[in-house]
């Protein structure tokens, strides 16, 4: 009996399980089926989660893009901001969070309280301070409010990943490369880096996962199309005045999610690791 009423349970939480993950996953199997409907069919049939007739009309449309402008262009803008803020993030949140770790200075505890307030504000309120401050620097219309801020660790949740992951690496190792004559940024390049490698790609992969679906940014500072990211000009393909290119619209999103597809299946283990071990201290 105690047999039973254990399979019994496991089916169950398996039927529940399997239900909700494909009730979670239906929109986006919706979206990709209706990328291949003609697009004066998608909202007339929108209950038939199977197409009676692929076409691949949507796709080659929506490649096309706008105005002479390919949306391999707007994927290469996409990939430029994402990759180059994304390193920026890694490396400055690493250092920062290196000197909150393993540095002992005056208001080091203030500083820390101040950056986990940080994470608990609402964006909102940051937006219009943001926006001015860029204006005054003739930043508005180019790609500098988009990646240079993140060069200075503006973001405490990858600050407090890494310290933690740091704050579990064994003093020993850093005593001993400080006998070796190893200076504060030495140990950093040469011990930190390497050990909190798991650290950085989960936060690697966060930050690319955020920029490139990054929408409200682009929209407030890039006003130029031809320098639109795949964000923004996806709402290129609707226009409420006149007709919208439902199809090749959902075709574009369908290639859009495909980069962050490609690094959550190569870089799952790393991810878990990240934040699995990120909260242990040695």
Do not use: H
Request: glycine share 8%; aromatic share 18%.
């Amino acid at each position: 009996m105690k047999k039973k009423n254990q399979s019994l349970k496991q089916v169950i939480y398996l039927v529940v399980v399997s239900g909700l993950g494909i009730l979670m996953i239906y929109p986006l199997l919706w979206m990709v089926m209706s990328s291949f409907k003609e697009s004066n069919t998608i909202f007339t049939t929108a209950g038939q989660l199977i197409p009676s007739k692929f076409i691949f009309d949507n796709y080659v449309n929506g490649w096309k893009g706008f105005a002479k402008v390919g949306f391999d262009t707007f994927f290469k803008n996409s990939l430029f901001i994402s990759v180059t803020a994304t390193v920026g993030t890694v490396l400055s949140s690493s250092l920062v969070a290196y000197g909150f770790a393993r540095g002992r200075f005056w208001g080091r505890k203030a500083l820390l309280v101040a950056m986990l307030l940080s994470m608990m504000l609402p964006a909102q309120v940051l937006m219009i301070p943001q926006y001015l401050w860029y204006q005054k620097l003739g930043w508005v219309g180019t790609y500098y409010p988009l990646i240079a801020p993140y060069f200075f660790a503006i973001q405490g949740f990858f600050v407090y990943l890494m310290m933690n992951f740091i704050e579990g690496i064994p003093n020993e190792l850093y005593e001993a490369a400080r006998i070796d004559g190893c200076s504060f940024y030495g140990i950093y390049a040469r011990i930190i880096l390497p050990l909190i490698t798991p650290a950085l790609i989960t936060g690697g992969i966060f930050s690319f996962i955020w920029r490139w679906d990054d929408f409200l940014s682009a929209l407030l500072y890039v006003n130029d199309s031809s320098k639109y990211p795949v964000s923004l000009a996806l709402k290129l393909f609707s226009d409420p005045g006149s007709s919208s290119d439902y199809g090749a619209m959902f075709a574009m999103a369908t290639l859009s999610i495909l980069p962050i597809m490609l690094i959550f299946i190569f870089l799952q283990k790393y991810l878990v690791e990240g934040i699995s071990t990120s909260g242990l201290k040695g």
